[in-house]
């Protein structure tokens, strides 16, 4: 399948496998979600009324179902449990060691969502900025567990057009020791290019994402954090 393409096409599960490999999970479909992805993409839905609340409120309820497919590729051991009437129950556990890392600022939209689904994990951040000029992607700050080399990633990260900006999250992460496979990329709106370019980077790191698509809902972070 061509990534440069004028025509707006449908991925599934088996176009993303066949382009990408196992690098690149798409989060299944369902008219519930399409119906997020939409009402967060229409931008004339705000010269009628609705709020930034509002926008705030679907954004959320589409970071929440990403986190927990994300959740799920995080490693789980075996354990037993004794339940209330004394019968031995055989389930899972998470591994030790998680850790969130958003990409300010626009992944720390984000944060609540992981926040809800793990209470006490804790959570990093990097700050990426593109030069004016150039358009080359640098990190200006960041800030990590101390044994984050130890732990497994979630990189959040909600609109990924050209994945420059992941790339460089990526290499401040791997230069504190954590391992390529070790990362997971939490994402909500992907273009087919930035997937490319990223999986063609770290084809160890994982990624989720709900949508591929040739055009990026570039004005999520303005709208949710109400500084458009």
Not at 70 to 85: A, H, I, R, W
Not at 124 to 129: D, R, S, Y
Request: proline share 4%; hydrophobic share 35%; net charge negative.
């Amino acid at each position: 399948m061509d990534l440069i393409d004028n025509d707006i096409r449908q991925w599934d599960a088996d176009d993303v496998r066949e382009q990408f490999g196992d690098s690149l999970t798409l989060l299944p479909s369902n008219d519930n979600i399409k119906e997020l992805q939409t009402i967060l993409r229409d931008n004339d839905m705000f010269l009628r009324n609705t709020t930034r609340s509002d926008f705030k409120f679907y954004a959320d309820r589409l970071i929440r179902l990403v986190i927990e497919e994300s959740l799920n590729k995080l490693p789980f051991t075996d354990c037993e449990v004794v339940t209330p009437t004394g019968a031995l129950y055989k389930g899972l556990k998470y591994g030790a060691g998680n850790c969130g890392v958003s990409i300010v600022r626009s992944g720390e939209a984000m944060e609540q969502g992981l926040r809800d689904c793990c209470r006490s994990i804790r959570i990093g951040k990097i700050l990426v900025e593109s030069d004016t000029d150039t358009h080359e992607a640098h990190v200006v700050y960041a800030k990590f567990p101390e044994d984050i080399a130890r732990r497994q990633v979630l990189l959040m990260y909600p609109i990924m057009s050209t994945g420059n900006t992941v790339k460089q999250a990526v290499n401040v992460l791997t230069q504190h020791g954590v391992k390529e496979e070790r990362i997971i990329l939490s994402n909500l709106f992907c273009t087919p290019a930035a997937a490319q370019a990223v999986v063609d980077y770290v084809p160890k790191m994982k990624i989720l994402t709900s949508e591929l698509h040739p055009v990026a809902p570039n004005h999520f972070g303005q709208k949710y954090f109400g500084t458009d």
